[in-house]
């Protein structure tokens, strides 16, 4: 199958997902996590310049608006388990942090299949194929930089002395988890409400 560059980008995007989430998982050292840090950001540039170049070249295509809002869950998911699973196995958990990092994850990954159960309907039985919206595309900025934060937070303060206090805290951290929690929870509600007429209980 021909594609154009656009959906090249986000057939990368989601090749990328499984190789960050294997070096993160592979070990807990500081390569590892920069490594990973740069990989997720990579992939996380290949969403912002697919969509631009489609916009700006009229190379929007129903097989774009399938695809990139898919990979974009697998590279949010796929870093935020990981995220999880490090932070819940660490020799000192913080465990204000993996609370609500953990109720995040549950909430990113229902309202994800809310929202995608939603789309196979409305593609099934109306054609009707749904782009993400502006509040859905705020809602991934504010996750990839919860990721970030998650992953680059611990790498500093742990081998920056004068911020090493700030371990135990995570500032950055929780802050970016309780906003990704709230735009998760405000676009996935917009979503339902939105196209709730394609939702008929009497078909």
Not at 45 to 70: C, E, H, Q, S, W
Not at 180 to 191: E, Q, R
């Amino acid at each position: 199958m021909k594609m154009n560059l656009p959906n090249k980008l986000t057939v990368v995007r989601m090749i990328m997902v499984p190789i960050f989430v294997i070096v993160l998982m592979v070990s807990d050292a500081i390569w590892a996590s920069v490594l990973g840090i740069v990989l997720f950001v990579a992939a996380a540039f290949t969403d912002m310049l697919d969509g631009k170049i489609a916009r700006k070249n009229n190379l929007v295509t129903d097989f774009g608006k399938f695809l990139d809002p898919l990979a974009d869950k697998f590279m949010v998911i796929g870093a935020m388990l990981v995220i999880l699973f490090r932070s819940m196995t660490a020799e000192t958990p913080n465990v204000l942090f993996c609370n609500i990092f953990f109720w995040a994850v549950v909430i990113v990954i229902f309202r994800e299949l809310a929202v995608t159960s939603i789309r196979l309907v409305a593609s099934g039985s109306k054609g009707i194929v749904i782009a993400a919206n502006m509040l859905g595309k705020i809602k991934t900025c504010v996750q990839i930089a919860c990721v970030v934060c998650c992953l680059a937070e611990p790498v500093i303060y742990g081998n920056v002395d004068a911020l090493g206090f700030l371990m135990e805290y995570l500032p950055l951290s929780l802050v970016t988890s309780a906003l990704m929690i709230v735009f998760t929870l405000w676009s996935g509600i917009n979503y339902i409400v939105s196209y709730w007429k394609y939702l008929d209980p009497e078909k």
